[in-house]
């Protein structure tokens, strides 16, 4: 299956976020995805980054912040969470992220710059790897 690993991502979403408009529970329809195979579906969406990031720097920006936050946690954040939770903290690069999450809440689109992107997605790279290693 060409995007089994983003089934696994968007299933372990559901279960743990998910709401039940109408019909079962969703626990009592879907099985839990075990969180290895949640993390490693993640690492495959993030790791173009810091290629991608220039074309889409909201979604990328604070995908990046959801995953660092939500592997330190072991814990399943939206990108709105994640934004928050970096926001939250004594970071670089908080008006970047600042933006982002502006961006995202209101759909503008500010003027980004490119190099502070690409050190963006590297370093928070850097730091997803380091915890991915004992997540995986």
């Not at 993390?39 to 990046?64: E, F």
């Amino acid at each position: 299956i060409p995007h089994a690993k983003e089934v696994r991502e968007c299933g372990a979403v559901i279960y743990e976020r998910g709401l039940c408009v109408f019909g079962k529970d969703i626990k009592a329809v879907f099985s839990p995805v075990p969180r290895k195979y949640y993390w490693q579906s993640v690492a495959n969406d993030i790791k173009d980054a810091p290629d991608s990031i220039v074309g889409d720097p909201v979604y990328h920006t604070l995908n990046l912040c959801r995953t660092f936050y939500g592997l330190k946690g072991d814990a399943i954040y939206s990108k709105k969470e994640g934004g928050e939770k970096y926001l939250a903290g004594e970071n670089e690069s908080s008006e970047l992220v600042r933006r982002a999450l502006h961006d995202y809440e209101s759909g503008e689109m500010s003027t980004y710059d490119g190099l502070e992107l690409k050190t963006f997605a590297h370093t928070m790279l850097s730091k997803i790897e380091l915890l991915l290693d004992s997540a995986v």
